[in-house]
């Protein structure tokens, strides 16, 4: 494609450009994102600056920038441009190929044009979103970097769009909790989705294939996402706990808001597993998630970990377990010690360390297995033997799915 380097409608050094893409892509592969041939070459030729007139060059190629937030009448994030490392994660998720038809779910503009460098001019991409600041703005930059061939779409993407169906890949750029049938019948029957999967306020970027009456997972990766608006945003409520602390839960979880409340008002107390080598633990969320009838996640500010409101202010949230009476609860903790890093549960409420020694004990049980889930989705009312899930895990009924996370017992690793 012939690039049109602007920064608002000014012209920029497209010689400079040039290197911070290329510094971009070189972190990326160092960093393990970036791996093939075909996702390089496209990061390579869209210039991703056109996506961000607002940011500078330098701002528009790091690594963690967020291009184009769209905020709500309250203020708070319902769309944006995800950073490139996540986008590069979810190509290579993907494996897309020339000449495939991708449906991207939530637009922006960017990947939408990666996607149409990967699949070429015998490929087809769609992009669609509820938001028409959203897609007026991705058809104008669309055009300026030089991908005109995109299908921008206006619409509730819960009922796909099915005029450029079927579909090859369906790449999804919000969180969702309930996948919607139409995704399902307007894939193709080798198709996968790649779609941020909600699940009791955890989010797991999944790839799922077609496997008998449902889809199952290859593989998932940690990420955070937007809520998808419309018909299937994820059924969840969120209740602040005291002045910046709030707890993220599904909504048809039978909680007591004020119980909770004072339950955070106790002194907090403490349990601590044994020392782990574990480096990397987004397994245990949702180890813990699976393993617990009552779980939601905590996130606080930064203020509120200083005022010792909480211990601490983790962006993706603190996993959480509560009781039955949701009278007590106990979130993770991760401290070094003398003799190395230990996990821990901090507990609040009458039953504070009781809900501590729970979540401990819950840790040591995953520290034994360590061992991957998969995640499969079938359509609500499935039979529970038509599914046939073993090993342990949970089943979460949604309005139109069955989400089935299982963890295999040691002997089936």
């Known amino acids: 494609m012939t690039e049109q380097t602007y920064v608002s409608d000014e012209p920029v050094d497209s010689e400079q450009?040039?290197?911070?893409?290329?510094?971009?892509?070189?972190?990326?592969?160092?960093?393990g994102v970036l791996r093939s041939p075909e996702v390089t070459a496209a990061l390579r030729a869209v210039p991703r600056h056109v996506f961000g007139p607002k940011d500078t060059l330098e701002s528009a190629y790091a690594l963690r920038t967020v291009l184009h937030r769209t905020l709500d009448e309250t203020g708070v994030a319902v769309s944006m441009i995800s950073a490139v490392d996540v986008q590069a994660m979810m190509l290579e998720q993907a494996k897309i190929a020339p000449g495939m038809r991708v449906l991207e779910v939530g637009s922006g503009g960017y990947n939408a044009a990666l996607l149409a460098e990967i699949v070429g001019p015998e490929g087809q991409v769609t992009t669609v979103d509820i938001d028409p600041r959203v897609t007026e703005?991705?058809?104008?930059?669309?055009?300026?970097?030089?991908?005109?061939?995109?299908?921008?779409?206006?619409?509730?993407?819960?009922?796909?769009?099915?005029?450029?169906?079927?579909?090859?890949?369906?790449?999804?750029?919000?969180?969702?909790?309930?996948?919607?049938?139409?995704?399902?019948?307007?894939?193709?029957?080798?198709?996968?989705?790649?779609?941020?999967?909600?699940?009791?306020g955890i989010t797991r970027v999944v790839v799922l294939h077609r496997q008998g009456a449902g889809l199952i997972s290859d593989q998932y990766e940690l990420a955070h996402f937007v809520p998808m608006r419309g018909a299937a945003?994820?059924?969840?409520?969120?209740?602040?706990?005291?002045?910046?602390v709030t707890l993220l839960i599904d909504s048809d979880l039978p909680i007591d808001p004020e119980a909770l409340r004072d339950a955070l008002a106790h002194p907090r107390v403490e349990a601590w597993g044994e020392v782990t080598?574990?480096?990397?633990?987004?397994?245990?969320?949702?180890?813990?998630?699976?393993?617990?009838?009552?779980?939601?996640?905590?996130?606080?500010?930064?203020?509120?970990?200083?005022?010792?409101?909480?211990?601490?202010?983790?962006?993706?949230?603190?996993?959480?377990?509560?009781?039955e009476t949701s009278s007590s609860f106990a979130y993770l903790s991760l401290r070094r010690f003398d003799d190395g890093l230990r996990f821990g549960g901090l507990g609040h409420g009458p039953r504070g360390q009781e809900m501590a020694d729970r979540l401990v004990a819950l840790i040591g049980s995953w520290d034994e297995t360590n061992l991957d889930a998969t995640i499969a989705v079938y359509p609500a009312g499935t039979p529970d033997d038509a599914i046939g899930a073993s090993g342990r895990g949970r089943m979460l009924d949604r309005p139109r799915n069955r989400v089935v996370i299982t963890w295999p017992t040691p002997q089936e690793s």
Do not use: C
């Open 17 to 31: 450009a040039q290197e911070l893409r290329e510094a971009m892509i070189a972190a990326l592969q160092a960093s």
């Open 137 to 200: 703005r991705s058809v104008q930059y669309l055009a300026r970097a030089g991908y005109e061939q995109v299908n921008v779409v206006l619409a509730d993407a819960d009922a796909g769009v099915p005029e450029h169906a079927p579909y090859d890949r369906i790449v999804v750029t919000t969180s969702v909790a309930d996948l919607p049938p139409s995704w399902i019948e307007q894939l193709a029957p080798d198709g996968r989705v790649v779609v941020p999967l909600r699940m009791r």
């Open 233 to 244: 945003s994820p059924a969840e409520r969120y209740l602040q706990l005291a002045d910046g």
């Open 277 to 323: 080598g574990v480096e990397r633990f987004d397994g245990l969320h949702l180890w813990l998630m699976v393993n617990t009838p009552t779980f939601g996640v905590i996130t606080a500010t930064k203020a509120a970990a200083e005022a010792g409101t909480i211990a601490h202010a983790w962006p993706l949230g603190l996993p959480t377990i509560l009781d």
